[in-house]
């Protein structure tokens, strides 16, 4: 799904755009700019990954860092680039939510359920753990089962 949102970027010639950075573009729309913690905290991620995130969306000219209230701190901030198309991001956001339930409407079983469900097994028994598992089974075994 994320490589069709993407398709639509590329017909927009947005260049540089993932549909992974939107949610992180529309919360500093909405609410200004904000610290790497504040961010982080605004769309439930850790620090060390906001922080790589905003490295790379710095990277593709979307955002910008500047000094915070204090020397330690820095605020990240839209360019020029992202304020010109963040109306566009937020009628996408929009629209793929529709098209989520449009679909949804399509299959027994919803994919918002799907996720609740992985999220509930997940926290019985990590997936990590269920690695860890199974690579204890397959110790000795040279070749990588199909």
Not at 4 to 26: D, F
Not at 35 to 48: K, M, N
Not at 72 to 98: D, G, H, N, P, Q
Not at 129 to 140: M, Y
Request: net charge positive; charged share 30%; no cysteine.
């Amino acid at each position: 799904m994320d490589a069709e949102i993407a398709r639509i970027y590329t017909e927009r010639q947005i260049k540089g755009l993932k549909p992974t950075y939107v949610m992180e573009l529309l919360r500093l729309q909405a609410k200004g700019p904000m610290t790497i913690t504040e961010l982080a905290e605004s769309v439930g991620r850790t620090h060390s990954a906001l922080s790589q995130k905003v490295s790379a969306m710095r990277t593709a000219g979307l955002v910008r860092t500047v000094p915070g209230t204090d020397a330690r701190s820095k605020k990240v901030t839209l360019t020029a680039k992202s304020k010109a198309i963040v109306e566009l991001l937020a009628a996408e956001w929009r629209a793929t939510e529709a098209a989520i339930t449009e679909l949804e409407a399509e299959i027994p079983y919803p994919m918002t359920q799907v996720v609740r469900d992985v999220e509930e097994a997940l926290a019985r028994k990590s997936f990590h753990d269920r690695i860890a598992e199974k690579l204890r089974g397959f110790e000795g075994d040279p070749s990588p089962k199909q």
